[in-house]
């Protein structure tokens, strides 16, 4: 087996409203040392034998570290069998399967989702099913803040939320503040394990 001289790392959003804040992620995470599969700049891995569907959740499951954006916009192509959006798809897979992950929110998003999730009638909660919104620069709609439900693993009771951190941002700066803050640490940690596995190696094969 050939090793990879590269970490991959997929981006997965959606792209309206955010291409520059995308391109100066796609550059920075690159400068670092990743190959950098992201739709958005057609480096995505693709199969003629697939789906679009299809390849974006086998790159999932290939990519060795994920990196989702979770904006206002949920996103114009919808799976036809679940009605989800590829990039909640995309999302949810990389929860399934455990991958070593860094999640962004658009500070609109957990603000609605707290405001929403408090709305009550006759002192009981509103089910969000039994809501609609209309399209807007704010948020084009409520399955944002589902997707937002299953990054922050809601679900589950607060001890059990392995994997849950979703780092908030409201500017380009703030996104890519939190990008080069993880990738250029986790870059440093990989550098340490893999120094400190090689001189293990040499002292071994010496004695």
Request: aromatic share 10%; hydrophobic share 40%.
């Amino acid at each position: 087996m050939i090793a990879k001289s590269r970490q991959t790392i997929m981006v997965s959003s959606t792209v309206y409203g955010i291409e520059e804040l995308l391109d100066r992620i796609y550059d920075l995470l690159t400068s670092f040392g990743f190959e950098v599969w992201m739709s958005h700049k057609g480096t995505l891995p693709v199969s003629s034998k697939r789906t679009a569907y299809e390849n974006c959740l086998a790159a999932v499951e290939m990519c060795d570290l994920f990196l989702g954006l979770i904006t206002t916009h949920y996103g114009s192509g919808l799976d036809p069998d679940s009605g989800l959006s590829i990039t909640h798809l995309e999302i949810r897979r990389a929860i399934e399967l455990k991958k070593p992950r860094w999640l962004l929110a658009h500070e609109n998003v957990p603000f609605a989702w707290s405001l929403l999730k408090n709305l009550r009638r006759a002192d009981q909660p509103i089910p969000r099913q039994e809501l609609t919104v209309r399209k807007s620069p704010l948020m084009d709609h409520l399955r944002v803040l589902d997707l937002y439900e299953e990054a922050i693993i809601n679900a589950l009771p607060v001890p059990d939320r392995q994997g849950n951190w979703v780092q908030r941002f409201r500017s380009t700066q703030d996104g890519l503040t939190f990008v080069t803050a993880q990738f250029s640490r986790y870059l440093e940690v990989e550098r340490f394990i893999h120094e400190n596995f090689e001189e293990r190696s040499s002292t071994h094969e010496g004695n």
